[in-house]
């Protein structure tokens, strides 16, 4: 499998340079379930763009601590290029500010969290299970951080996921639209670190809540496994 990494992360604070970034994180996510697949890493956020869609099996995009509705040039290209990888039925899988865009993009709705940040470990219930995720049963958690949500789906999309913040926390179009609104790629080590890092705008709740949620871990690897056989089943109906 070659996918394009569609990397939308802004933030190159000190914090970012040292820890792993999502051109490493994403792959590092799938490894753990397929050492094989390969990616080709494009920084939208700096317009960097994929030339031609031609030799790639799918797409990822990454999360960011942009908004959707920021109005920068290369979100506008980014939404552009969504349309143009779902109307030729790539598959394509978005997390957090990925999911938002591909939400948005297809004529969805994305606005602020009714409760501000979410962060943290969360819990997430399968609402309407894809037949790739059968094998995560009813629940599954994931790391999250966010200030924005899918308020509303886009036509012909399905909501498979909900959580006690998020009541759009993941949706499906066809076997070809994979989300989460939440971080999959994310590790123990830099959740925690990042909930240090931006405690000062969490407020103290938000941040003593996230720090008891990471005394469990995410489903990282089956959360992985998923995402695989998103891939996988994309390609065979192809």
Request: proline share 7%; glycine share 8%.
């Amino acid at each position: 499998m070659h996918l394009a990494l569609l990397v939308t992360n802004t933030d190159e604070s000190d914090f970012a340079q040292a820890h792993p970034k999502d051109a490493e994180k994403f792959p590092a996510m799938m490894a753990r379930v397929r050492s094989g697949w390969t990616f080709e890493v494009f920084m939208v956020k700096d317009g960097d763009f994929p030339a031609t869609l031609d030799g790639f099996d799918g797409a990822m995009i990454t999360g960011s601590p942009a908004s959707v509705h920021d109005g920068s040039n290369w979100i506008a290209r980014l939404l552009d290029l969504i349309r143009q990888v779902t109307a030729r039925r790539l598959p394509l899988f978005g997390a957090c500010f990925g999911h938002q865009a591909i939400a948005l993009a297809l004529g969805g709705a994305v606005g602020p969290n009714p409760g501000g940040y979410v962060h943290g470990l969360t819990g997430n219930r399968i609402t309407d299970p894809m037949p790739w995720m059968k094998s995560l049963g009813a629940t599954v958690n994931l790391y999250a951080s966010h200030l924005e949500q899918v308020t509303a789906l886009p036509p012909g999309a399905r909501a498979i996921a909900s959580s006690r913040d998020c009541p759009i926390a993941g949706m499906a179009i066809g076997a070809h639209v994979y989300t989460t609104q939440h971080h999959p790629e994310m590790t123990p080590d830099f959740i925690a670190a990042l909930t240090e890092e931006i405690a000062p705008h969490l407020g103290p709740q938000v941040t003593a809540r996230a720090r008891a949620s990471l005394q469990q871990r995410a489903d990282m690897k089956a959360y992985a496994e998923t995402i695989a056989r998103f891939f996988e089943t994309a390609q065979a109906r192809a």
